[in-house]
């Protein structure tokens, strides 16, 4: 009977795991950011190092802002509720988000790494 019970939490744990977004930003931080991404870097060569960004848009003086997103998050316990998570269920994690602002020569001019709380709500009751 313990047997199964393990086996079924391991299921739970392993099961409950949400990543989503851009895999260059696993496991990022500002210090190691510094190492792949410098002010100067062709937009070729920021392309090359973290792949393709998930928007970009234009300042009102037509440059260029690259965002890379990425969310690390478990499912909440009452997803795992019978009947309960129908009505409310979701996951809770982190989310990484990378900003690049390129000057007029297609050059990265600033960029900013924030990681702050991401939560995401489903089901009947979700709000």
Do not use: H
Not at 8 to 36: M, P
Request: charged share 25%; net charge negative; glycine share 8%.
């Amino acid at each position: 009977m313990r047997s199964i019970l393990s086996a079924f939490a391991a299921i739970v744990v392993l099961g409950g795991c949400v990543s989503a977004g851009n895999a260059a930003l696993k496991d990022v931080t500002n210090e190691t950011l510094s190492e792949e991404l410098k002010e100067g870097m062709s937009m070729a060569e920021v392309r090359s190092a973290l792949g393709d960004p998930i928007d970009v848009s234009f300042t009102d003086g037509g440059l260029s802002i690259w965002n890379y997103e990425r969310v690390e998050a478990q499912m909440t316990a009452e997803s795992f509720i019978p009947i309960v998570g129908l009505f409310t269920s979701g996951v809770e994690g982190t989310k990484t988000q990378l900003v690049i602002l390129f000057d007029e020569e297609d050059k990265v001019r600033k960029f900013t790494l924030s990681d702050s709380d991401y939560e995401s709500k489903s089901g009947l009751m979700a709000q």
